[in-house]
């Protein structure tokens, strides 16, 4: 008699065990020969943000100032193309990684600018439009919806003072920065 105690509880968790897969699973039985059968299931997923930032270039060589630009007081070039694709509404920004350049020397005797502000690269989507100075903070440079290819071009304007602007190799990282607000 000590046995059947436990034999009863295997058996009801055996009937316990084998009721659970039955009750969460579809069966369908159809006659032979020619019977139809039909279950159904569902089936979810979950879509999250996709952003995606394409430069065009990794770095951007600006054109060395001559004599009529110092005069003009900056030189124009074009920047890299950004092309944003993202499944939702998004914003481009654009910003100095250094309130300065970084400035080498390359003349014997002439000490490059240490102090060249990120301002004095300025920066547009038009190369005729309105050009704003680069800051660490940086601001939108465009926005948008749901794209699979919507590209700005950059223009940049490098600006040069006689007094100022010593002989010397600069460099200044320019940030892009896609964000889904």
């Known amino acids: 008699m000590s046995g059947r ?49 394409a430069l065009t270039a990794s770095s951007t060589a600006l054109t060395s100032p001559a004599t009529a630009d110092y005069d003009a007081g900056l030189v124009a070039d074009n ?25 080498s020397s390359t003349q014997p005797g002439v000490v490059a600018r240490p102090n060249k502000p990120a301002s004095d690269l300025q920066w547009s ?8 100075g680069m800051t660490v903070g940086g601001m939108a440079a465009g926005t ?21 602007d010593t002989p010397g190799a600069y460099a200044l990282p320019v940030v892009f920065t896609l964000t889904a607000p």
Do not use: D, E
């Open 5 to 53: 105690p436990a034999a009863v509880a295997a058996c009801a968790l055996l009937a316990a065990t084998a009721f659970v897969p039955a009750a969460l699973a579809q069966t369908c039985n159809a006659p032979t020969p020619a019977g139809t059968c039909t279950a159904s299931t569902t089936t979810t997923m979950t879509v999250g943000t996709v952003l995606q930032l």
């Open 79 to 103: 920047g890299p193309a950004a092309t944003v694709k993202s499944n939702r509404s998004w914003t481009l920004h654009i910003a100095a990684g250094s309130a300065i350049w970084t400035a």
């Open 125 to 132: 989507t038009s190369p005729a439009g309105s050009f704003t």
């Open 144 to 164: 948008g919806g749901a794209t699979g290819g919507t590209t700005a071009t950059f223009y940049f304007h490098t600006l040069y003072t006689w007094a100022l």
